[in-house]
């Protein structure tokens, strides 16, 4: 068990262009999340994956963003377009069961300037 | 509506004091989850202790005790003799039963700073 693993740490983007950012879940977790952290605040969500099916997208994940989970094990989120709007840090998790806490990657910074 | 709040922005103690942090949340859920994380300059988040909405029992672990009160909609977290290696962001979250997902709702955080 090696934790979530995200990549990569930090990007650094100029606005108009698109990033990808991966995460790998731990192993055995079929329960997977992507959040959005801005400077100062609580973590919000944006999307969730039970296998590789996405089932759930908030209205924060505007047309911009796509993620994916092929073959239920990692996953990627995809921000097209970037604006100045988006700089936040990105955090992926994983969990086995919903009743329990997940395990948060270390996120991936990303800025757009 | 679901929502959060830690009213402490910012806390400061010196080693060795007591802290509490307060937590308040909002749902309509007779069943949910209640988690708290902390969050140090690293950036990972670190499960702290997760409780469901029928155990209302205090819980003690080591330094750190939490108190539940549905009465008051309040799980607060209390560091016994803070040490230096407790600053970090602290993150109260809640999620409710009748998500399937099991997403979180956050707080807004507290931000704990233990000076030696």
């Known amino acids: 068990d090696t934790g979530v693993s995200q990549d990569p740490r930090h990007k650094i983007t100029k606005r108009g262009q698109n990033v990808t950012f991966r995460c790998d879940p731990i192993?055995?977790?079929?329960?997977l999340y992507w959040y959005r952290q801005t400077l100062g605040q609580g973590p919000e969500f944006l999307t969730y994956?039970?296998?590789?099916?996405?089932?759930?997208k908030s209205r924060l994940l505007s047309d911009r963003f796509s993620a994916e989970r092929p073959k239920g094990s990692f996953s990627t989120l995809e921000i097209q377009r970037t604006e100045q709007g988006d700089s936040a840090m990105y955090l992926c998790a994983s969990s086995l069961d919903t009743l329990y806490g997940y395990t948060f990657g270390s996120g991936t910074r990303l800025t757009v300037v | 509506a679901q929502k959060v709040t830690q009213a402490q922005t910012e806390i400061s103690v010196v080693e060795k004091e007591d802290v509490t942090l307060d937590c308040v949340y909002e749902?309509?859920?007779?069943?949910?989850?209640l988690f708290w994380y902390k969050q140090p300059p690293s950036g990972e988040l670190v499960f702290l202790i997760r409780r469901n909405s029928f155990d209302e029992q205090n819980e003690i672990s080591g330094r750190y005790s939490w108190n539940f009160q549905k009465s008051t909609s309040s799980f607060n977290f209390t560091i016994t003799a803070s040490q230096v290696v407790d600053s970090a962001v602290y993150f109260c979250?809640?999620?409710?039963?009748?998500?399937?997902?099991?997403?979180?709702?956050f707080g807004q955080g507290t931000t704990l700073q233990v000076k030696p």
């Open positions: 192993s055995e977790h079929n329960r």
């Open positions: 994956f039970q296998n590789e099916a996405q089932l759930e």
């Open positions: 749902t309509r859920d007779t069943t949910y989850y």
């Open positions: 979250a809640l999620s409710e039963g009748s998500s399937n997902t099991g997403k979180l709702i």
